[in-house]
Each structure stands twice: as structure tokens, then as C-alpha cells.
């Protein structure tokens, strides 16, 4: 008995390894992605003078998995949260987020009802565990806003003084740009 339950052990993890590895390389073998890796060599030169690689896709994926990433693009709260992401400043996708909540969320729980042995508490743990990351992407979303908010008057005074100096608007969104601390430099320049 022992050793039909090592075989088929064996034979599930062997099968999971093997269904991982397809969708490795069938999202590998994409039509996007060759796209992206034959105009990874496009570059252009900068009025500040070196040159630098141009970003012309925007990485839209929900997960690093194509069934995952299908999953969510179907969801409504997905692409909100992606949106909520890319306010935040982060680079993180959907998808390890949401891992990461219900990681958090069952490893929270198990080491509560073990030491505990109380549901409510293992409840109570598993909930205040799982919105850590959450309430982590949110609170990053709000400073970095907050920032915008501080800099917005200082961005529009510079462009203001770039555009009396007879500079075109091309030139002053480049003077913000070039001067300006964070975040603002991503937004214009």
C-alpha cells in the first residue's frame, strides 16, 4: 500500500513538473514575445545625448502563468487592482499579489490554530495576515499620490517659466523632466 502511494506521489509531482514546463514554453514561444525580442535592439538618441532603449510595450500581464493571466483578465477587480498597482508605483503583477494574499492568509491561519487551537483566533489571524500585502500596496499608492500632489504646483510654476522663456511645450515638458525629483520624471519624461 505504502508504495502505490509513493508512485503515485511521484507520478503527480512529475506530472505538475511537466504541465509547468509546457506553459513555460508555450508562453515563451508567443507571438508578443518574439515581437519584443526582435525590437529589443531598436534604440534612439536623447537631447541630453546618450543613447536609450525604447519602451514600447507595457507589460499588461495579469501573472507570470498564461492559465492564471487568463483567469484574471476575465475579472473586473483584476484589472482595478492592476490600475491600483501601476498608481502605487509598483511593478508587481496581479497575480503574485493575490499569491501572496492567500500564502499569507493560510500560513497566518495554520500557525495561529496550531499554537491557539482556537478557530476564531485562527480566523482572525488568517484575515489579518491575508490584507497585509493590500493594505501594503495601498498605503504605497497613497504616499506616492500624496507626492503628486505636493510636486503638482511646483511642475506646473516650472512649465509655466519654460513656456514665457519661449521655449515650445515639447522643451518645457522635457525642463520638468530633467529637474524634477520623482514621481514626476516618470509621468513626463
Do not use: N
Amino acid at each position: 500500500m505504502v508504495g502505490v502511494a509513493a508512485g503515485l506521489t511521484f507520478l503527480s509531482v512529475m506530472l505538475l513538473v511537466l504541465g509547468v514546463a509546457l506553459l513555460r514554453e508555450r508562453a515563451q514561444q508567443s507571438p508578443e514575445r518574439l515581437v519584443r525580442q526582435r525590437l529589443t535592439g531598436v534604440r534612439t538618441a536623447t537631447v541630453t545625448g546618450p543613447t536609450t532603449t525604447i519602451g514600447l510595450f507595457r507589460d499588461e500581464a495579469m501573472s507570470g502563468l498564461p492559465v492564471l493571466h487568463r483567469w484574471l483578465s476575465r475579472m473586473a477587480f483584476a484589472s482595478k487592482f492592476r490600475k491600483y498597482l501601476e498608481q502605487a508605483g509598483m511593478s508587481t503583477r496581479v497575480g503574485m499579489v493575490l499569491g501572496l494574499t492567500g500564502l499569507l492568509t493560510l500560513l497566518g491561519g495554520r500557525v495561529v490554530l496550531i499554537l491557539t487551537t482556537s478557530w476564531v483566533w485562527a480566523v482572525i489571524a488568517a484575515v489579518g495576515c491575508g490584507s497585509l500585502p493590500v493594505l501594503y500596496v495601498r498605503r504605497r499608492r497613497r504616499l506616492r499620490l500624496g507626492r503628486y500632489a505636493e510636486q503638482l504646483a511646483d511642475a506646473l510654476d516650472l512649465l509655466t517659466r519654460s513656456l514665457r522663456a519661449g521655449q515650445s511645450f515639447l522643451q518645457g515638458l522635457q525642463t520638468v523632466a530633467g529637474k524634477c525629483p520623482s514621481p514626476r520624471r516618470l509621468s513626463f519624461g
